[in-house]
């Protein structure tokens, strides 16, 4: 298991790193709860999407940002451990330089011991989490073979551009989904019927086909059986989910073309149904599973009614996102193990060289008295 130590340390590295731009993230969405976006569900979502992105590149960006001060100003630490070495060094930390030594090493020594297999529980929890990953790898399977079942058994009724609009008798719940080459806007065959609903939910679904929805849903789903155990993962999907309706609901709002009155009753219609055909793979209209929580579509429906401007909000989510992508190429860089033994790392050993060195004089000297006591008499002159 020695081999697994790179991967281990990648994986580490990744969630902290995850976790740590959430952070971020929740920091600017708390700011902006307190400023005149409060209720520009699409100015957030953009931030989130983009947040994303700069977190799924912050790998590079911290090798950019490393590189960069390593020119700008040289021999400066911009690792997270080269950091405290150097406040150690300074006399900003006081404590025993080998205690130091073992709690700069503490995430190695902990590595090492796991990838080495020296602890009981390494490989029952890596068994565990295999098995997680496979299950939810295979429900994604699943779901997708499902969605494609579902299209292959609906009608063909439009085409338009690259996106084909089916009817199914097998849901209830109209959905957007994609294949390789096109994507698909299914509704049930009922809405036939019902001019005014298939109109709020044509807008609708062709509003998540325009925002790229379908591609984000099936990308987090394909990254949860890797980081499903990170408490920033789930809050991160589910805001997701939050925003990415709420916005879509605005956008379509926005065009004037229907009224919040008729676009809550239609979501009201559908929350009325049992839920049918795939769970994932795909982006409903509306989510109708027993565990959602009322207050979900309670605060949908009341967001109807609280539409933004929608002006002047692109340089500003271009302005934070450069914010935000500083920050977290920074955290980025701080986070990465340290590289070469640099003259900090050198006279930090050589100080907990000495300390081990003195301490075994000491030893050496409260030995030396207790001699006479085995007999040994001390030689005269």
């Known amino acids: 298991m020695t081999a697994m130590t790179p991967a281990i340390d990648l994986f580490i590295d990744a969630n902290i790193l995850l976790l740590l731009a959430f952070c971020l993230w929740r920091v600017a969405q708390f700011f902006l709860q307190r400023t005149a976006l409060r209720h520009d569900h699409g100015f957030q979502a953009g931030l989130l999407k983009t947040v994303l992105l700069i977190t799924l590149l912050s790998p590079i960006l911290g090798l950019g940002f490393t590189s960069l001060g390593n020119y700008l100003v040289p021999d400066t630490p911009t690792t997270l451990s080269d950091i405290a070495v150097a406040a150690y060094l300074g006399g900003s930390i ?3 330089a080998v205690d130091f030594e073992a709690l700069l090493n503490t995430r190695r020594t902990f590595v090492e011991t796991f990838s080495a297999g020296k602890v009981s529980w390494a490989a029952p929890l890596l068994a565990g989490f295999a098995v997680v990953s496979v299950a939810l790898t295979l429900r994604l399977l699943r779901s997708a073979l499902c969605v494609r079942r579902t299209l292959a058994d609906s009608y063909l009724w439009r085409r338009t551009g690259r996106v084909d609009i089916r009817l199914s008798d097998r849901i209830t719940v109209p959905f957007a989904a ?33 925002a790229g929805d379908v591609e984000w849903e099936l990308a987090l789903e394909a990254l949860r059986p890797l ?54 793979a795909r982006v409903a209209f509306v989510s109708v599973a027993p565990n959602t929580p009322k207050r979900v579509l309670e605060h949908r429906i009341l967001s109807l009614y609280r539409l933004p401007s929608f002006r002047h909000t692109r340089p500003m989510l271009a302005a934070l996102a450069l914010v935000l992508a500083l920050g977290i190429g920074s955290i980025a860089a701080t986070v990465r193990a340290p590289g070469d033994w640099s003259q900090d790392r050198l006279m930090l050993s050589t100080i907990v060289n000495l300390e081990r060195l003195d301490a075994i004089t000491r030893q050496q000297g409260r030995a030396t008295p207790a001699s006479g006591l085995l007999g040994v008499a001390p030689m005269s002159r």
């Open 178 to 210: 994609r294949g390789l080459r096109r994507r698909h806007v299914v509704l049930p065959t009922c809405l036939l019927t019902r001019p005014r609903d298939l109109r709020v939910v044509l807008a609708h679904e062709f509003q998540h086909l325009r």
């Open 227 to 280: 980081v499903f155990w990170n408490p920033a993962f789930i809050l991160w999907k589910r805001a997701f989910e939050k925003l990415r309706e709420l916005s879509c609901d605005q956008r379509v709002l926005a065009s004037r073309c229907i009224t919040p009155h008729e676009y809550a009753a239609c979501l009201l219609t559908f929350c009325a149904r049992r839920r049918t055909g795939p769970a994932l």
């Open 94 to 96: 006081a404590m025993p």
